[in-house]
């Protein structure tokens, strides 16, 4: 919320929010709401800030926790970056052997 609350706010820097709040949220009338509010200079930041901030956060939150599961995880994390590592070496060595082929290896 400091980041958001501190955000500037000269016309491309609310521009800049209302487009946060557009990406955020899924309510087509709160962003019209501060799109026209914007347009006739009749915006309130003390209103818009705060529900951005908290738009970003719901959204942002799942993901959050995830990494706090993962990082507590490591065992899952190494063992699906191993699985990952053989993957590509077999796609690797397929697509190598292609191209020998191909250039007469």
Avoid: C, H, M
């Amino acid at each position: 919320y400091k980041k958001i609350k501190s955000a500037v706010t000269t016309d491309k820097g609310a521009e800049n929010l209302i487009d946060l709040l557009e990406e955020f949220s899924d309510d087509k009338e709160l962003i019209k709401r501060f799109r026209d509010e914007f347009k006739t200079q009749k915006i309130k930041y003390s209103e818009l800030k705060p529900i951005l901030a908290q738009t970003i956060s719901k959204t942002l939150k799942p993901i959050q926790e995830k990494r706090v599961r993962l990082i507590k995880d490591k065992k899952y994390v190494l063992a699906v970056l191993a699985d990952g590592a053989n993957n590509a070496r077999q796609i690797a060595r397929k697509n190598l052997k292609e191209i020998k082929k191909i250039i007469g290896l």
